[in-house]
């Protein structure tokens, strides 16, 4: 590791950044330097903003071209304490789209569509703790409090904690899955014998996924995180607040809960049908 690279993740580090935000800032420097073949702290503002165009041009979705932005934007700004490098670093504004949702019969078409045991219960925990799929899979068997009826998730997004209800139906299911399998520390570990002692890889996830979604012969282009889409959805329709919302997701802005104000029925069929409205009579305007 170079001194240079070396700085930027202790950098990253005094400041409690999680391994996954320091891996992909310093892939970010590292595709950068790459690009024009020099070290990056050699690069002026015009060659980073002509690495910006080639990520335009090279059709990088703009999540990532973001992330992209925010690794370099970090390595100029605080590790070189460049600041005039900063603001030639501008992202990209996102499309705004809402997310896909299943409704609570697709949910159930899902599940059937599982098999009963690891695929089940994958599907099953994530939609109705509404878990992230990192979450999801960084989950402990000591994290199931039958006691209190919650779920612990650790470190979360942001680096949070936060408790979410356990569904009875569920807990009844996770022992039942637990006393076949006895898994320790995870609850859902790796397939193989050599990947037992780390939890399942989250691209294995996805792809098991999207194998039952297409057993389930769902027209929605679904994924992990549809199902905590409907699960945020579906609390809504059930006439749960979006502040109870919040904090259940983990979101720390509000405004990001709120979209989903937008995909809930229940909010939807409230709205009044201008249609049906009756015409107002015309006002008589009468001369002076």
């Known amino acids: 590791m170079t001194a240079l690279r070396r700085r930027m993740v202790e950098d990253m580090q005094?400041?409690?950044?999680?391994p996954r935000t320091v891996e992909a800032y310093v892939a970010a420097v590292a595709k950068l330097a790459t690009h024009f073949r020099r070290p990056p702290d050699q690069l002026s503002?015009?060659?980073?903003?002509?690495?910006?165009?080639?990520?335009?041009?090279?059709?990088?979705?703009w999540s990532q071209f973001n992330q992209i932005v925010a690794g370099l934007r970090f390595f100029f700004g605080v590790t070189l304490a460049?600041?005039?490098?900063?603001?030639?670093?501008?992202?990209?504004?996102?499309?705004?789209?809402?997310?896909?949702?299943?409704?609570?019969e697709e949910v159930a078409q899902l599940l059937a569509a599982a098999r009963p045991g690891r695929e089940r219960m994958l599907l099953q925990t994530a939609y109705a703790c509404g878990l992230r799929i990192?979450?999801?899979?960084?989950?402990?068997?000591?994290?199931?409090?039958?006691a209190r009826m919650v779920v612990h998730v650790r470190q979360g997004k942001g680096a949070k904690d936060r408790q979410v209800p356990l569904s009875v139906r569920l807990l009844r299911e996770l022992r039942v899955w637990w006393c076949r399998h006895r898994t320790k520390p995870w609850l859902f570990p790796g397939m193989t014998e050599a990947s037992r002692q780390r939890p399942m890889n989250a691209t294995s996830v996805q792809r098991l996924c999207q194998k039952?979604?297409?057993?389930?012969?769902?027209?929605?282009?679904?994924?992990?995180?549809?199902?905590?889409?409907?699960?945020?959805?579906?609390?809504?329709?059930?006439?749960?607040?979006?502040?109870?919302?919040?904090?259940?997701l983990g979101h720390t802005s509000l405004s990001t809960t709120a979209r989903y104000l937008h995909l809930s029925r229940r909010q939807m069929a409230n709205l009044p049908d201008l249609l049906a409205l009756p015409p107002q009579a015309p006002v008589e305007v009468k001369d002076a």
């Open 14 to 18: 005094v400041r409690n950044y999680s």
């Open 45 to 61: 503002g015009e060659d980073v903003r002509a690495f910006q165009v080639h990520l335009l041009n090279a059709k990088t979705s």
């Open 82 to 104: 460049r600041a005039g490098m900063v603001e030639m670093l501008p992202y990209g504004k996102r499309p705004k789209r809402l997310p896909v949702v299943l409704s609570v």
């Open 134 to 146: 990192s979450e999801l899979l960084k989950l402990q068997v000591t994290d199931i409090d039958s």
């Open 212 to 248: 039952i979604v297409a057993r389930a012969k769902l027209k929605k282009k679904a994924t992990m995180h549809t199902l905590r889409h409907s699960y945020a959805t579906h609390l809504l329709e059930a006439g749960v607040d979006v502040v109870t919302l919040q904090k259940l």
